[in-house]
């Protein structure tokens, strides 16, 4: 498969959601049947609804015990025995509600956990055919500048970074911004970049998410984070060079 006929992840994902036009669909089945790592990559990006509702249950606490209740005596009144019945539901409907209640509601998450969340299924595989021309980088650092409202056309070259992509994501119906660079060892490393309301430009934020190293600060009406599977040092030293030149 040549450069120039490379699948983006966003020609996959519209594959996989059933949007991509006559065309794309029959390039992509065509190229599936003689590249072994364009099938990878289009498994890494079909998610296992099974594991997914096995983790967001997992993250529940288990509901409480229920209680033994005292042995009704036997009678022979059918009264009594109705009775009983209502009163061992009713105890059953408060445990379950109370349950219910005490279970902490999901919390709703912020664009940096969806790209984590997406960054995860990230190999070398994903991104090592991935050589764009300098007139294809041009290209695409023009469409995301556009998107983004932010010129990203003079991106710098930082030491041990391979530019790879830029591609327009999206998150809650605004433009997200990922440009995807890979390490010497293969470690994929993405910029991502996101509008924001205008706020003061803060102060660089170290942390982890979903087992990945990230760098987070806003600047000039926009969200940035640079995220990656690496030490965290020159990941900041990165991160510092993007924010001075962009």
């Known amino acids: ?3 120039a006929a490379y699948i983006t992840d966003e020609e996959l994902t519209a594959y996989l959601d059933g949007e991509a036009n006559d065309a794309l669909q029959t390039r992509i089945e065509a190229a599936m049947q003689v590249d072994h790592d364009l099938k990878n990559r289009l498994s890494a990006l079909t998610l296992d609804i099974a594991i997914l509702q096995q983790e967001v249950l997992s993250s529940y606490p288990a509901a409480p015990a229920m209680p033994i209740l005292p042995p009704q005596r036997p009678s022979s009144r059918s009264g009594r025995i109705f009775a009983s019945g209502i ?6 409907g408060v445990l379950i509600f109370a349950t219910l209640l005490s279970r902490p509601q999901p919390t709703e998450e912020g664009w940096a956990s969806f790209v984590a969340s997406y960054q995860m299924l990230y190999t070398a595989e994903t991104l090592n055919r ?3 021309s300098s007139s294809d980088t041009s290209a695409q650092l023009r469409h995301v500048s556009d998107a983004v409202g932010l010129d990203l056309n003079a991106l710098p070259d930082i030491a041990g970074l391979t530019f790879k992509r830029a591609q327009v994501l999206g998150f809650r119906g605004a433009p997200l911004i990922q440009i995807a660079y890979q390490r010497p060892d293969g470690t994929p490393v993405a910029l991502c ?30 969200g940035f984070l640079l995220i990656g599977d690496m ?9 510092e060079i993007f924010a001075a030149t962009l």
């Open 231 to 239: 030490d965290p040092k020159p990941l900041r030293e990165a991160a």
């Open 193 to 222: 970049i996101i509008q924001s309301d205008p706020q003061p430009t803060n102060t660089m934020a170290e942390g982890e998410s979903k087992g990945l190293q990230t760098v987070r600060w806003t600047q000039d009406g926009h």
């Open 87 to 92: 009163a061992v539901g009713a105890t059953i």
């Open 130 to 132: 991935a050589n764009p």
């Open 1 to 3: 498969m040549t450069d």
